[in-house]
């Protein structure tokens, strides 16, 4: 027993993704096929467009056209541009004829994943080559040497400050695959503060998702499932921050807790027989280093830091996404090539070693893509969400928020996305709580709180690419976060009770 206990290791990311592909393609066998019809608005011609099936139908874009459609969404809302993807339309929903998805599309779904991802996992290799160049030219090393000396005894300011500002981020703009370029450049100075990397990896992950859980301005989560749901998305905002400030706060306390613990005892972390593993992955990055802070490394590091300032205003206020993302830190890496004086040759080799070394991570998004595709293609999420409609007939108030919450975290394993969710079921899912006295706002927050709450574990989400820069196992992740999240769905569901009967 002892023998099979050394050898059975839980699988790589990779793998479970794999996995849930192939269970994914064995549920297309089982769920219904269906499909609901689609409107999207068209600019240019400034006309509705219904799709059924392959089938398309112009429209007059008028406020009747979406009253004769059961849409309660105004017009403005299309034509302003704050709806940009086809929404669903309710009533609408067809069985249709069962489209399994066999081993040939399991075969072919990573790959397929992989192409419709390429944007992001181009952005994840530039990455990692900026990081490559910056990291062979000291700046790190002695960057981090400064910090472990700076916070020396006030490390778990450290903890605060990250999550603190990476919540902000995702409450504000939706911070979340940007923060895959973070994990290299911290991890190193959590390391140095005694702490292990499931602290680092807690700071940022946990940071976003609880920052993008509790979204109040996010254009991509809570201001188009408002738009879709056909009221403002300041409503209900002030609950929203009452959340974020208590959830922030319930994280924070949680992560410290942790890592203090780990600093006095490296024993008591969940990850300790990979402490000497992971400190050789990230070198000499560590508070013992002696390479001075130069007026040069400080600009290289000025320059790389403003490579983020940059990103995150691009992204926030020019509606940048991830080509002009990706420019930046290119461009970056150039300037810092040019700076620290690296010859041509050095330069290209560097680059591209720093990008090998992000390959896997951009493999695991590409992958995880695959099963959304594998669902997509074999039209059973539309049926998910005509049968988790129909569960919430008869409920009381406090019953069917907590079962809104419950249903949104169910469907987010098949739609990772919170704009994808938002366009398909508001229009579905936010008028089934006029008939008992609901506000759409807490409809809104709970397709949010439970998309949030369930991105903590997710498999389909972000958080293996984010395990697989440090080598930690899933198994490892779901050991430290379950408690957690036990803790913050208790605070949900209350949170949800109390404001539907306020």
Request: glycine residues 8%; neutral net charge; aromatic residues 10%.
């Amino acid at each position: 027993m002892e023998f099979f206990k050394k050898k059975i290791k839980f699988p790589t990311a990779q793998t479970v993704l794999l996995i849930i592909a192939a269970l994914v393609a064995l549920l297309t066998w089982l769920i219904p096929a269906g499909q609901y019809d689609r409107l999207g608005y068209n600019k240019e011609a400034n006309t509705f467009t219904r799709t059924h099936l392959k089938d398309t139908e112009t429209l007059e874009a008028s406020q009747k056209t979406l009253d004769d459609l059961q849409i309660k969404i105004p017009l403005e809302k299309f034509t302003s541009g704050d709806i940009w993807k086809p929404i669903s339309i309710p009533n609408t929903y067809e069985k249709l004829e069962p489209r399994p998805q066999g081993i040939i599309e399991f075969i072919q779904s990573p790959l397929k994943g992989i192409i419709a991802v390429s944007d992001i996992m181009i952005l994840v290799l530039i990455i990692g080559g900026l990081i490559g160049i910056v990291n062979s030219t000291g700046a790190f090393e002695a960057g981090i040497s400064w910090l472990a000396k700076a916070l020396q005894g006030k490390e778990y300011i450290l903890i605060i400050l990250i999550t603190t500002l990476i919540a902000i981020g995702g409450t504000t703009f939706g911070l979340a695959e940007e923060t895959i370029a973070f994990y290299p450049i911290l991890i190193p100075v959590f390391l140095a503060a005694r702490y292990d990397a499931i602290v680092a990896l807690a700071s940022i992950y946990i940071g976003s998702s609880m920052g993008t859980m509790a979204s109040t301005v996010n254009p991509f989560s809570v201001i188009i499932a408002s738009d879709a749901a056909g009221i403002n998305w300041t409503t209900g905002i002030n609950g929203r921050f009452i959340m974020l400030a208590l959830g922030l706060l319930i994280c924070i306390i949680y992560i410290i807790r942790y890592a203090q613990r780990v600093k006095k005892d490296p024993t008591k972390s969940i990850i300790y027989n990979q402490k000497e593993e992971i400190e050789k992955m990230f070198g000499s990055l560590t508070s013992n280093s002696h390479v001075k802070l130069t007026g040069r490394l400080r600009f290289i590091l000025i320059v790389f830091v403003l490579c983020f300032v940059v990103m995150i205003y691009g992204v926030s206020k020019l509606d940048w996404w991830f080509l002009e993302m990706t420019s930046v830190f290119f461009v970056g890496a150039i300037l810092i090539g040019i700076l620290s004086r690296i010859k041509e040759r050095v330069f290209v080799n560097t680059f591209m070693k720093g990008a090998t070394e992000l390959l896997g991570v951009a493999f695991i998004i590409g992958i995880a893509r695959g099963v959304t595709i594998l669902m997509e293609d074999g039209l059973i999420s539309d049926t998910l969400l005509y049968y988790s409609s129909s569960l919430t007939d008869g409920m009381n108030k406090g019953l069917f928020i907590n079962s809104m919450l419950y249903i949104y975290g169910g469907l987010s394993f098949f739609i990772p996305s919170s704009s994808g969710m938002a366009v398909l079921t508001m229009p579905i899912m936010s008028p089934l709580g006029d008939g008992i006295g609901v506000g759409r706002e807490y409809i809104v927050n709970a397709y949010q709180y439970g998309m949030g709450l369930f991105a903590f574990l997710n498999p389909t989400g972000l958080i293996l690419a984010s395990l697989a820069i440090v080598n930690i196992g899933y198994d490892k992740w779901l050991k430290f976060v379950t408690p957690l999240v036990i803790m913050l769905l208790g605070l949900t569901m209350a949170v949800l009770t109390i404001s539907v009967y306020l």
